[in-house]
């Protein structure tokens, strides 16, 4: 199975906040990411967070990331419909450049 | 700047046929992976070069998959024979190196190509 767990399927109304949550598995892990896939298109980094940080804010996005429980979450403030897509978290691990671990992904829609 | 390009976009082969892919990283990008997205699965790692020396192919079933990067730069992904379990979209990645960004988080950013749907039937 995967290390990287996400709940699979996210619906929120436009205008409103989504919360979409991670968990990961790696305590060495020193990056994590958050990826968004449209249909038929690749990955696209939407941001990611340092370990030994609490929080990021860029914008309408806010990381959280506790790192006791190992638990990551992406809040996408006022939700458009163009946010509609599949969201991935993914871990980095420090000895390892470039080598993510992915989530299944979340599909997020956003209903008018 | 031009992003990371793939071809084809879509193939579909028997089992038991050969099928390559081609990939064109990001211009001054050292480090190009391939990733294998089964439906309904996040990408899952299947070789990582820097330049033309393999990084990490653990992950990679060398009993019919191939990849390689000759100059360093544009590489392929073969499959021979394709199994029916082959078919996924097949995504391309380039970033940075370490020597390029210090280490720092930012250099780690990978870019995507638009993938390529393999459908083995």
């Known amino acids: 199975g995967e290390d990287v767990e996400q709940s699979l399927f996210l619906s929120v109304r436009e205008g409103d906040s989504s919360v979409i949550n991670c968990t990961y598995t790696?305590?060495?892990?020193?990056?994590l990411y958050w990826y968004k896939q449209e249909p038929g298109a690749g990955l696209q980094l939407l941001t990611y967070i340092f370990s030994n940080m609490d929080m990021k804010q860029d914008q309408r996005l806010t990381v959280l990331l506790n790192k006791k429980d190992k638990h990551l979450s992406l809040r996408i403030a006022d939700t458009q419909t163009g946010d509609s897509a599949i969201y991935f978290c993914a871990e980095g691990l420090t000895d390892s450049w470039g080598k993510l671990q992915f989530g299944a992904g979340t599909q997020v829609v956003v209903t008018p | 700047e031009a992003g990371v390009a793939q071809s084809p976009r879509y193939k579909i082969i028997e089992k038991r046929q050969s099928v390559a892919f081609w990939c064109n990283p990001i211009s001054g990008h050292a480090t190009l992976y391939w990733y294998q997205q089964i439906l309904g699965q996040g990408p899952k790692l299947l070789i990582q070069?820097?330049?033309?020396?393999?990084?990490?192919d653990s992950q990679l079933p060398k009993d019919r998959f191939s990849a390689e990067r000759l100059k360093g730069v544009d590489s392929t992904l073969k499959i021979q024979p394709a199994k029916l379990e082959d078919s996924a979209v097949y995504l391309c990645?380039?970033?940075?190196?370490?020597?390029?960004?210090?280490?720092?988080?930012?250099?780690?950013?990978?870019?995507f190509g638009p993938g390529t749907r393999l459908t083995v039937t």
């Open positions: 990645a380039s970033s940075l190196t370490p020597m390029d960004t210090g280490g720092r988080g930012l250099g780690r950013e990978q870019y």
């Open positions: 790696d305590s060495s892990s020193t990056y």
């Open positions: 070069f820097q330049n033309n020396g393999v990084v990490d």
